[in-house]
């Protein structure tokens, strides 16, 4: 039978298990895939605590991104087929589909199928972290060469993304990190980048010197808490300000003095809302996978672990030692 991840409580990570589940048909637009590697993402931890944008409904699974082969479709499915090498976008509710396992079902709006040259670890890291950042830089924020882009937790598997989204449009993203502990790997992950080191280093005073004095046109944050006023500052006139994550236990308060006279834009953002309109989900797609064709867009895998030790994986991802992505391995 396969194998699927649950969890019957939230909690830490221990409260995952790897089950034995009968396998089921796909249905109606549906497509069942035999993994061979998956991506971890915060939003599955968070959905394990029960402080994610929906509660869990218990027993539940969990799991945005897999990568492997089509071995079955559903009625109604077009554009894949049996056999073809395949991974998933984030845009459906993990309380209806769960990725973590080595034969699942996803929603079949939900499935790319790629060129096998691709490679299913390269798959399975790539479309959580390139669409969230597309989104919010090229679609919303309409990135363009010579902007400055602020990236707080810019070791994270979105932020090397966004990192590699401005290079390839000719922009300048400044990676913004708390401590100096990770500033060595990341500048092996993105040479050349500039770096502010948050808890070291004045970031308001250190962006205006990278800008000369006008500020960050765009800034793309995870974080929130009190840093946002900050920030806010490091901005430009007629700024905007992303905030998609809330990695910070602190209360985020609005600057409002500095919004009202920078006429900024703070906006809350998630991937999630780019899936209303089908067109632009077929542009962020055409972009990711020309990017991974050409290789301007490199995904980088901190760490890859079995299946079997989701446990430890999930503990990793907590533990915010990763450069980049972490992956789940299935064997065949």
């Not at 309380?95 to 040259?117: F, R, S, T, W």
């Not at 922009?171 to 500039?194: I, Q, Y």
């Not at 991937?271 to 209303?276: K, M, P, V, Y």
Request: glycine letters at 10%; hydrophobic letters at 45%.
């Amino acid at each position: 039978m396969p194998r699927i991840v649950r969890f019957h409580e939230t909690g830490a990570p221990d409260v995952l298990r790897l089950e034995d589940l009968p396998a089921r048909e796909p249905g109606q637009d549906e497509v069942r895939i035999t993994v061979h590697a998956i991506g971890l993402n915060r939003a599955e931890a968070m959905f394990r605590q029960g402080n994610y944008l929906e509660a869990p409904t218990l027993p539940a699974g969990l799991g945005y991104e897999a990568a492997g082969i089509v071995d079955a479709v559903g009625p109604g499915v077009r554009g894949v087929a049996v056999g073809d090498h395949v991974a998933t976008i984030p845009s459906f509710s993990m309380n209806q589909y769960g990725l973590y396992g080595d034969v699942v079902i996803a929603p079949a709006h939900a499935v790319v199928a790629h060129p096998k040259e691709i490679g299913f670890e390269t798959a399975a890291a790539s479309w959580m972290q390139y669409v969230t950042a597309w989104g919010a830089l090229h679609h919303i924020a309409g990135l363009r060469a010579g902007d400055t882009v602020l990236i707080p937790a810019a070791t994270s598997s979105v932020g090397l993304a966004a990192i590699q989204i401005c290079e390839a449009a000719g922009a300048h993203p400044v990676a913004l990190t708390r401590s100096s502990a990770k500033r060595a790997a990341l500048e092996d992950a993105a040479p050349g980048v500039p770096i502010i080191v948050t808890g070291e280093q004045d970031l308001v005073a250190e962006t205006m010197r990278l800008t000369d004095g006008k500020g960050a046109r765009i800034v793309f944050d995870p974080v929130g808490g009190p840093t946002l006023e900050k920030l806010c500052a490091a901005a430009s006139q007629g700024g905007i300000v992303f905030q998609y994550g809330a990695l910070s236990p602190e209360p985020t308060s609005l600057p409002l003095f500095t919004v009202l006279s920078k006429q900024l834009t703070v906006r809350g953002y998630t991937l999630f809302e780019l899936n209303a309109d089908r067109a632009v989900i077929e542009k962020a797609t055409r972009y990711v996978l020309d990017g991974l064709a050409s290789g301007a867009l490199k995904p980088v895998i901190s760490r890859i672990f079995p299946l079997e030790q989701v446990v430890d994986a999930h503990r990793f991802l907590e533990s915010n030692e990763q450069i980049g992505k972490i992956l789940l391995s299935v064997a065949p």
